[in-house]
């Protein structure tokens, strides 16, 4: 998944979702899933940040984020669209991006593409077909 920390609505949503679909799994398919969020924000997103804010939504959740080059390769290899708002007065920024989450199989291809809000049981089936 592609998000940030930041996030006022659509990462949370995604996050509480990808949790619920790990929870749904057994521990056996658990320890073989990995849930990826992947910062479009690296100007404010640090490893300390990604990894607490992660962790609210689940333990087992990986939150990763590179320089301002790498998240662009990383986003460009997935046709990821992300963009930077302006700066506003109170020096916040919202950062648009794409919402849907990645389903990448054992051999790195994506498998499937789950859009915001697909039900839990859809993204427990997506994920149990490859295990």
Avoid: W
Wanted: one cysteine or more; aromatic letters at 8%.
């Amino acid at each position: 998944y592609f998000g940030y920390v930041n996030c006022p609505d659509v990462c949370p949503m995604s996050m509480a979702a990808g949790a619920a679909a790990l929870n749904a799994l057994t521990p056996e398919e658990r320890a073989r899933t990995k849930m990826i969020m992947v910062s479009v924000d690296p100007e404010r997103d640090t490893p300390a940040k990604l990894k607490d804010y992660v962790a609210y939504f689940h333990p087992a959740m990986i939150g990763a984020v590179g320089t301002a080059a790498e998240t662009a390769a990383i986003a460009k290899s997935f046709g990821v669209g992300y963009l930077r708002q302006p700066t506003r007065p109170d020096g916040g920024y919202a950062v648009d991006h794409s919402s849907q989450t990645f389903v990448i199989g054992p051999d790195g291809q994506v498998a499937e593409l789950l859009p915001l809000g697909v039900a839990t049981d859809k993204v427990v089936a997506a994920v149990r077909k490859l295990l």
